[in-house]
């Protein structure tokens, strides 16, 4: 069964950091592009991030490029996303996605661009 699992969300006063997990089963992290998303209330999805294991490329969105680093761990076929100088507006439910197409530059956000989804990990970021 295939599943992926975020941990690690929680409170933060700005300008703190969190590092997000996200553990994957059913599948090995060389197979696919992990991407980390993310949803503030009323917002649009955002891409934020995604690693190709294979080979180690990341993808960054501007908002967190220099900020957010994702990593994996193909012994703990885990990906983790290291978040420091939050910001509130980083407030936002986070999510890890895994996609068969490497991304080059933009990531993605529609449902079908992935083939399997986390239920998510709220981060709230405190003024």
């Known amino acids: 069964e295939v599943q992926l699992v975020e941990s690690g969300g929680g409170l933060v006063q700005a300008g703190g950091s969190l590092r997000l997990s996200c553990a994957v089963s059913?599948?090995?992290?060389?197979?696919?592009?992990i991407a980390w998303l993310r949803q503030a209330p009323g917002m649009e999805r955002e891409g934020i991030s995604c690693i190709t294991s294979s080979d180690g490329s990341t993808v960054y969105a501007d908002s967190v490029k220099g900020r957010f680093t994702v990593s994996s761990d193909h012994a703990k076929n885990t990906v983790y996303l290291q978040m420091n100088s939050l910001k509130p507006e980083d407030t936002a439910v986070y999510y890890c996605?895994?996609?068969?197409?490497?991304?080059?530059?933009?990531?993605?956000?529609?449902?079908?661009?992935?083939?399997?989804w986390g239920q998510g990990t709220q981060v709230t970021v405190s003024s």
């Open positions: 059913g599948f090995s992290l060389d197979d696919y592009v």
């Open positions: 996605a895994a996609a068969m197409r490497v991304f080059w530059d933009l990531i993605p956000t529609l449902d079908y661009e992935y083939e399997y």
